[in-house]
């Protein structure tokens, strides 16, 4: 038998703090998969707010922990298809002028991935044993789209779970309005966008809302609930690792 | 045209209550996204053709001065005239002087967004001439004296009631009770009031989508075909050009306008594509007697070999514009200067600076749909974000979202210290608001919660949870 390899799970700042859940099925959906798992502890953002804030040297500097703590593993595996972006396709330009962490940048780029496309495109995972029994549409974030192709993955995975139906809505492939600070920065812009985006997750007739980020999951759940909408809204992790816990928020949460 | 880009989030929430706009705006989609889709679909060549255009686009960009002074010569050598000018100043100096010489009183335009960001038709009017915009869309905002809200659909951001309302209030010789109910009825009433216009018109001003520099020609595409009689029947054609609009053969011109209408419309090909070369020739049956071409520098050969060259690849097919969620939710006038969406938020800070537009940059999600679908593969996040850079270097944000932004760095550069933060964070937000499951207000992020709840956290930070975990198995 080979050895399995050694996988570090990116928490990703938001997972941490709102939703330990999605971590913990990360962990399960990895050592299904055969991945020996471990959390770097030296861990806390990918440095996107400084980065897309204009704030090039705190994105370096956190880039440097990031480089550190996750050094010596066969993989990096992160629940965000933004968070890895941000390592995969962003840390080797953000050193542009130096030369010795660009090259760091790049080989930590190459082995980083996003969580289902992971499990799908490296682990070969063909199928879960989950079961969710409910009706379905997924959100295809912008970064793990765009950034990392991330688009088949989540839909082949998410066919094999027992009880659930996926129903796409219109413009699953449009921005949320999250964009991080933009959120609050041009709240009214990102409220209109996110109306349009839950005016099409009601459309599709789905009771569960899916997708592979928490800030947009935040900013979706967050605009459902201000309109009185019960649609359940999840990371995708959580249904294909068949954990249960409150959706987000719903009631019950904090406990 | 004076900017107003600094009230940008005033202009944008107006544009959010306006319900004509909003109206409006849902026909981007339809009307463009979608054709573009299916378009590009249609042609299996889509990413080779992007790759070729770039190439030719580099090499352009990268000969300038050699490409323009041949495009000038062949211009000459066809009898007509090249007038370089620094800034819009000197270009509408230019044109005035033209007129002026050759008597005019009417001026008919094709539609032209150099002339927008000369301010032309205010700066002819001022001087005793009457400029008729002759597309459509830049008749009706012209009527309505607003500035155009997209670049190829200048009036966009209006429903039919509008513009029927204007037709009315400006029409007023024509009988009061006509129907005007639909766009063919529009658009012939507009026909009938132009015609006249054309044939009196002196001088004939239109822009160009490409200057080609072997046979010093100069090429505008249009469905309306206004730009012909606009540029064919006046003593004078005046075309206005930005200096990057150059391609060194009309071979280049052919590639990158099969990129151009599909990327713009949907379209195979615009309904025309017009090549002008020089004046009206002895053998020729018709054809204006002069020939000029204002070529505006306007800050342009200044983004030459920095951060923003590859801007100046742009071909102005605005498909950033009509993928864009922020532009579709508050439409081109909130920008508050001439180019609006992605690639205004790119240009627009580089010609009227960042002090002015330092909010166009910072109003993106940063989905990364414009890069996408931009036939001239520019990196539009990528320069928005270093707009972003430079502004933060200047210490332009304001100081409240700096010091967060500061107190955050601290504790992320920190992780051994941030796990702690972290975890109390959780506790505590997750006390508050677990018994909800959700916030109906949180201080620092009134911008969120106005409009949308916020998810109450679980109650404790993944890592915690993690390392007790990790102990237990240890001790078992």
């Known amino acids: 038998m080979t050895e399995k390899p050694r996988v570090a799970l990116f928490v990703t700042c938001l997972v941490d703090l709102f939703r330990p859940t999605v971590g913990f099925a990360a962990v399960k959906l990895l050592e299904d998969a055969g991945c020996a798992v471990e959390v770097p502890r030296l861990q806390s953002c990918c440095g996107q707010p400084a980065y897309n804030s204009g704030d090039r040297k705190s994105a370096q500097a956190i880039a440097r922990t990031v480089i550190a703590a996750f050094a010596g593993f066969d993989y990096v595996v992160a629940p965000s298809g933004s968070c890895a972006g941000m390592i995969k396709v962003h840390y080797p330009a953000l050193f542009a002028d130096d030369r010795a962490s660009a090259d760091q940048a790049r080989e930590l780029a190459d082995r980083t991935y996003e969580l289902i496309s992971f499990l799908v495109d490296v682990m070969k995972v063909e199928r879960v044993t989950a079961r969710y029994d409910g009706v379905a549409t997924y959100h295809d974030s912008c970064s793990g789209l765009r950034e990392l192709g991330v688009k088949s993955q989540p839909r082949q995975l998410l066919a094999s779970v027992a009880g659930l139906t996926l129903k796409e809505m219109r413009d699953c492939e449009v921005c949320c309005g999250f964009g991080g600070t933009f959120a609050i920065k041009y709240g009214d812009i990102s409220d209109k966008i996110v109306e349009e985006k839950t005016g099409n997750i009601r459309a599709s007739g789905a009771d569960t809302l899916l997708a592979g980020d928490m800030g947009c999951l935040l900013n979706m759940a967050g605009k459902l609930e201000r309109a009185g909408d019960r649609t359940k809204v999840r990371h995708v992790a959580e249904v294909l690792a068949g954990v249960a816990a409150p959706a987000l928020g719903e009631p019950g949460n904090g406990e | 045209m004076k900017p107003t880009s600094r009230a940008f989030k005033a202009n944008a929430r107006h544009a959010l209550g306006d319900p004509n706009l909003q109206r409006a705006m849902v026909n981007l989609r339809t009307g463009f996204a979608e054709r573009r889709a299916h378009a590009v679909a249609q042609l299996p060549e889509w990413e080779e053709l992007r790759e070729q255009a770039v190439a030719i686009k580099k090499d352009t960009l990268a000969h300038l001065d050699f490409y323009l002074e041949a495009f000038e010569r062949n211009v000459i ?105 639909d766009s063919r009825q529009m658009c012939d009433e507009a026909r009938a009031v132009l015609r006249p216009r054309f044939l009196a018109a002196d001088v004939g001003i239109t822009g160009a989508n490409f200057l080609v520099a072997e046979t010093g020609s100069s090429i505008i595409v249009t469905n309306e075909g206004n730009g012909d009689l606009t540029q064919t029947l006046p003593k004078a054609h005046i075309v206005l050009a930005s200096l990057e609009k150059v391609v060194p053969t009309l071979e280049d011109a052919a590639t990158i306008l099969r990129l151009l209408a599909r ?100 109003a993106s999600t940063f989905c990364g749909q414009c890069e996408s679908v931009c036939p001239m593969k520019i990196p539009l996040p990528k320069m928005m974000r270093h707009w972003r850079e430079c502004e933060f270097q200047r210490h332009l944000p304001p100081p409240a979202y700096r010091l967060g932004l500061a107190v955050w760095g601290f504790f992320a550069r920190r992780p051994a210290l941030y796990r702690r933060i972290a975890d109390v964070g959780a506790r505590v937000l997750g006390y508050v608001g677990g018994g909800r499951g959700r916030f109906r207000a949180l201080p620092v992020a009134t911008g969120w919660t106005r409009t949308r709840d916020m998810p109450s956290p679980e109650g404790r930070s993944f890592m915690s949870l993690w390392a007790e975990r990790q102990a237990q198995r240890k001790s078992r």
């Open chain 2, 77 to 181: 050598a066809n009898d007509g005239q090249v007038h370089w000018c620094r800034d819009a100043a000197e270009a509408n100096e230019t044109v005035l002087a033209i007129c002026r010489r050759l008597g005019a009183k009417t001026v008919t335009k094709g539609k032209s967004m150099i002339g927008e960001e000369m301010g032309v038709n205010d700066y002819l009017e001022a001087n005793g001439i009457t400029p008729v915009e002759t597309d459509l869309g830049e008749y009706i905002i012209q009527i309505r004296h607003e500035p155009p809200s997209h670049i190829i659909a200048p009036a966009v951001h209006l429903v039919k009631e509008q513009i029927a309302q204007s037709f009315r209030e400006t029409h007023r010789d024509l009988d009061a009770t006509r129907p005007l109910n």
């Open chain 2, 263 to 362: 990327s713009a419309t949907g379209q195979e090909f615009s309904s025309y594509t017009t090549v002008s070369t020089g004046p009206r020739r002895r053998d020729d049956a018709d054809g204006p007697g002069e020939y000029h071409v204002v070529l505006l520098d306007n800050g342009r050969s200044a983004l030459l070999g920095g951060e923003f060259e590859d801007m100046l690849r742009c071909i102005r097919c605005a498909a950033c514009l009509n993928h864009c969620p922020v532009y579709r939710a508050i439409g081109g006038q909130s920008y508050g200067w001439v180019y609006p969406g992605p690639m205004g938020s790119v240009l627009t800070p580089s010609l009227i600076g960042i002090e002015q537009a330092g909010n166009l940059p910072n």
